[in-house]
Structure formats: C-alpha cells, structure tokens
C-alpha cells in the first residue's frame, strides 16, 4: 500500500507539478518570464468568468419569474 501513495506522490510532484518547478527556476534569472505566466493565467480566468456571467444572463433572460412559473405558487 506505501508504493501505491509513493507513486502518487511521484506523479505530482516529478510530472503534474514540473511547470512550476520550471518556473521557480526562472525566476532567479527573469522576472518578466516568470510573472507572463501568471498573467496569462489572470486573462484565462477572467475570460472564463465573463463567459460563464453571460451564460448566466442569458439563462436569467429566459427563466419565467411570474407568480404562477412554477406549480406550486399558483
């Protein structure tokens, strides 16, 4: 049962985790290089967030809010 934990442990952190090992590295000689990453990241993240607040208008748009939308106010 150890060497099951021991290869998980292994997996993240030699393989999953290597970009940010990668990028500790980086650092030391170019900031610039190391914080474009994180950047990128900041963009990704506020796209999906804005993706995912107009899905959510557009759902609210289409949802019936009258007194008799559902069976059991009316």
């Not at 994180?38 to 949802?63: N, Q, R, T």
Request: glycine letters at 6%; proline letters at 1%; a negative charge.
């Amino acid at each position: 049962m150890k060497e099951v934990f021991e290869a998980i442990a292994y997996f993240f952190e030699e393989i999953i985790l290597l970009p940010f090992h990668w990028l500790g590295e980086v650092e030391a000689d170019n900031w610039w290089l190391a914080n474009t990453f994180s950047w990128v990241a900041i963009l990704v993240l506020v796209a999906a967030l804005g993706y995912w607040m107009s899905k959510l208008k557009e759902y609210d748009k289409d949802e019936d809010k009258t007194q008799t939308g559902h069976s059991f106010l009316g």
